[in-house]
């Protein structure tokens, strides 16, 4: 079995200042793990993927996340804030890498506050 | 747009009630998805297509009963639903048939409402 935990369900940060959400997972697989965004009123979209290259993982608007074996996270941070950060951040592991998967797992989401 | 198109964006429905939701993709996936997402509660996984064919129904009543019809067309049949069904259904396409390392591209979703 595999699960996603999201350590706040909500962060808050002034504009500016550096983002950090957490994300830790358990696997029996050596997992693909995923950050997708979600704006209000609008899908997910993915923000970046690691699938066993490189731990560090840049991503999509200044966004990157490290993946750390030992400590079983994924964390994700950007160095400053911009307003248009604001939105529902999902980290999200896959049961297999590499392809025949049963679905993703998905954490229940932190809410990206920031203030002005 | 993401390529992944969901109508209608909003639906309200009373419980006797007979609608369909809709997503279309032109990105040449191969594999389809439909997604709950309910406030406070992680997404969850209703059903897959592959190459239209079912290959996934994660207990989902039978009230909710999905439809590939072709490679870019899902739809999602609703009838008799319960208000606790109100939430946001997302679609999502992949490259591959469930293969993660592609990631996949979410529709906007409708939101769903039961009344």
Known sequence: ?116 | ETGVTQTPRHLVMGMTNKKSLKCEQHLGHNAMYWYKQSAKKPLELMFVYSLEERVENNSVPSRFSPECPNSSHLFLHLHTLQPEDSALYLCASSQVFLSSNYGYTFGSGTRLTVV
């Not at chain 1, 209000?40 to 290259?53: D, E, F, I, V």
């Not at chain 1, 804030?81 to 049963?102: I, K, L, P, T």
Request: aromatic content about 12%; hydrophobic content about 35%; proline content about 4%.
């Open chain 1, 1 to 116: 079995a595999q699960s996603v935990t999201q350590l706040d369900s909500h962060v808050s940060v002034s504009e500016g200042t550096p983002v950090l959400l957490r994300c830790n997972y358990s696997s029996s697989y050596s997992p693909s793990l995923f950050w997708y965004v979600q704006h209000p009123n609008k899908g997910l979209q993915l923000l970046l993927k690691y699938t066993s290259a490189a731990t560090l993982v840049k991503g999509i608007n200044g966004f990157e996340a490290e993946f750390k074996k030992s400590e079983t996270s994924f964390h994700l941070t950007k160095p400053s804030a911009h307003m248009s950060d604001a939105a529902e951040y999902f980290c999200v592991v896959s049961r297999y890498s590499g392809g025949g998967a049963d679905g993703l797992t998905f954490g229940k989401g932190t809410h990206l506050i920031i203030q002005p």
